[in-house]
């Protein structure tokens, strides 16, 4: 179902992901769905999640800002390339006024992606390569967010030429070198 919900939603956007198209793509019962999420938008966050899992893994090669660049080069790339774009703006479009699928988006992508972008920071916080007052946060709002910001506000077309400015940016600040 999930696998049925992901094609749906890459192909024909969040407008296309109803539990009737879901189940008749699926071969399953509207029950079914209806027993597994309170709505089309909670199914529809679950399934992006599930479709980008793969591609957006996080490495950890021992190289910080190597890892940051693969890892972010990956997010835009299934953007911009893979077709992720729109359903990902009509996801977070529709969160704001649906608070099921706000809650999905949250608790089963959101959350989850910056978890595994904390923890790849957190490595790099024991092995020496961030301070140890290094706001992690913060790294992964100047990242993401600046991808997020362009994608959702600005409505500007980017690609993977900003990854590494951003990396560098976010490693080692704007202000000259000493």
Do not use: N
Request: charged fraction near 25%.
């Amino acid at each position: 179902m999930l696998a049925a919900a992901g094609r749906l939603l890459l192909r024909d956007g969040l407008p296309a992901v109803t539990f009737d198209r879901v189940a008749a793509e699926a071969g399953a019962s509207r029950t079914t769905l209806y027993k597994w999420w309170p709505s089309p938008g909670a199914l529809a966050a679950e399934a992006y999640f599930a479709r980008s899992e793969r591609e957006l893994a996080f490495p950890d090669t021992g190289d910080l800002r190597a890892d940051l660049i693969s890892q972010l080069g990956a997010f835009v790339r299934w953007l911009m390339d893979e077709g992720a774009q729109q359903p990902m703006a009509e996801l977070i479009g529709a969160a704001q006024l649906d608070p099921d699928l706000a809650r999905a988006w949250s608790q089963t992508y959101a959350q989850p992606r910056r978890e595994l972008a904390r923890v790849r920071l957190r490595a790099a916080q024991q092995r020496g390569q961030l301070r140890d007052d290094a706001d992690l946060d913060v790294i992964v709002d100047q990242l993401w967010g600046a991808c997020y910001h362009r994608l959702l506000v600005l409505r500007v077309p980017f690609d993977d030429s900003i990854v590494e400015p951003l990396v560098d940016h976010a490693l080692h600040g704007a202000a000259p070198r000493t």
